[in-house]
């Protein structure tokens, strides 16, 4: 594959070649996907574990994604969410809860979840995330530099999200670096390149998280406390709890999607900050206007999760296009946030962008990130306490960045006050 401009007959998706070009390049690539009259098709990845598949459609335009979003009983998860190729429904369920669910079953699940979620619990957890951005901030500031990842932007989140479970302190290293490898992607330092091995890794990384947390849940049904656990294993939504197996799933979800996906958004906020020093000054003149629409733009820009799958349950029409059933569809979030159709200059970062319809949560309809509001609260919260406490704190060096093909991931981020 050669450098510069990519022609869309020589784009390649599936390719982990693609994913490690500069990001420039992929954000043109994409552009000229969303010129296509038709969703670009794609060669599934191949693996030794398991059949390859047929391929898969891009959707790339932000209509597209929302349209796909909003009609779950068209375009399902069930049959795998965060998977290019068809795993086994245990194992779709066993990493993506209810991300790999429709309903009913979604419903219910999501029911449960969201009514552990009391106010009472929210206001709680979003209080401590004010005490844990001071306590950061005051080890940093002692320090003077280091890795923005591991000192700030991978430790808000990953507290936040134990704290909430009840994981107590000595086990949050477990769930940091399992998390890391279930969300790996193509990236050596977490998985290896051969396939089983691969395989038999993230079952480990999974395994390991599951049990950490059905051990707890099994203790908070005896010794009840004011943890998550202990109201997801006591919660009855028309008779029916969370059973050992759904809560492990959930916090695999939960440990995953609530603490890689911030962590993050806030590592790239902290470089676009770095890059485009006049938005910073545009939030400093005026935070408490300014903070809501910063995250907003930081989420669109950096659009942490970079695709979902759909998969077409009947033979169906999507904005003019046809789709038969069975055909795979990758919502590429990444792209459609960069829709020119929809954003005004969407390489330009603007926090004062408005409106800005983003689909860096996840388009509309049952499967919008549960997580969403907590998610704000912890990239405002920290921005905040930054630039009120170190207003001169900037990155020193570009990220090194995870070779994924689903998540934006930054693996470290240097950093000085």
């Not at 598949?53 to 796909?68: F, K």
């Not at 991978?154 to 949050?172: H, T, V």
């Not at 939030?283 to 903070?291: G, P, V």
């Not at 960069?338 to 603007?350: H, L, Q």
């Amino acid at each position: 594959m050669t450098t510069g401009t990519l022609e869309p007959s020589e784009i390649d998706l599936t390719d982990w070649a693609f994913w490690a070009r500069p990001l420039s390049e992929r954000h043109e690539a994409f552009r000229a996907l969303r010129q296509l009259p038709r969703p670009a098709f794609f060669r599934e990845p191949e693996q030794t574990i398991m059949p390859t598949g047929p391929g898969y459609y891009a959707l790339v335009r932000h209509a597209d994604i929302v349209e796909a979003s909003r009609r779950p009983q068209d375009f399902c998860s069930g049959k795998g969410a965060i998977n290019i190729t068809d795993m086994p429904p245990d194992l779709n369920e066993y990493f993506g809860s209810m991300i790999n669910m429709d309903d009913p079953r979604h419903a219910k699940i999501r029911r449960i979840v969201s009514r552990a979620f009391s106010p009472r619990m929210i206001q709680r957890f979003e209080d401590q995330v004010q005490a844990v951005a001071d306590q950061i901030i005051e080890e940093i500031v002692a320090k003077g530099s280091g890795d923005f990842v591991a000192d700030v932007a991978a430790r808000l989140p990953l507290k936040i999200i134990c704290d909430m479970m009840g994981i107590p302190e000595s086990d949050y290293k477990t769930v940091f670096d399992n998390s890391n490898i279930i969300l790996g992607g193509g990236d050596a330092e977490f998985l290896p390149e051969n396939d089983e091995e691969y395989a038999l890794k993230l079952l480990q990384a999974g395994q390991t998280l599951k049990d950490l947390v059905e051990e707890l849940g099994r203790h908070r049904r005896e010794n009840p406390s004011d943890d998550l656990v202990s109201a997801l294993v006591s919660a009855n939504i028309d008779g029916e709890s969370l059973t050992d197996q759904e809560l492990g799933s959930f916090f695999i979800l939960l440990a995953v999607a609530g603490n890689e996906t911030t962590r993050n958004a806030i590592a790239h906020g902290l470089k676009l900050f770095t890059v485009h020093p006049d938005q910073r000054e545009l939030l400093l003149a005026d935070f408490e206007t300014r903070l809501p629409g910063a995250v907003e733009e930081i989420v669109r820009y950096a659009s942490p999760v970079i695709w979902m799958r759909r998969t077409a349950t009947r033979d169906t029409e999507l904005n003019g296009q046809e789709f038969k059933a069975g055909d795979k569809l990758l919502l590429y979030y990444w792209s459609g946030n960069r829709d020119e159709s929809v954003f005004t200059d969407p390489e330009v970062f603007d926090i004062t962008r408005d409106p800005n319809p983003h689909i860096g949560f996840g388009g509309p309809g049952p499967h919008f990130c549960l997580g969403a509001h907590l998610a704000r609260r912890e990239i405002g919260v920290m921005f905040r306490e930054l630039f009120r406490h170190v207003p001169g704190i900037r990155s020193t060096a570009p990220p090194d960045r995870l070779l994924s093909s689903f998540i934006n991931g930054i693996k470290r981020l240097p950093y000085e006050l």
